[in-house]
């Protein structure tokens, strides 16, 4: 095995802390709109399917 086996989870760490910290000026969206997006566009996508 390697010398640096432990090296994983401390090089990780600046990651976590980076996606952990919150930006004020960032856009905010609801998952639950995420969802909702995605499903009505499945559906206008198969609606054109069935048109053309």
Do not use: C, H, W
């Amino acid at each position: 095995m390697s010398s640096n086996d432990g090296g994983g989870l401390m090089s990780s760490a600046g990651l976590v802390r980076y996606f952990d910290a919150e930006d004020n000026n960032a856009i905010r969206i609801d998952p639950k709109t995420v969802v909702a997006f995605g499903a009505f566009f499945g559906i206008f996508v198969q609606i054109l399917n069935l048109i053309l």
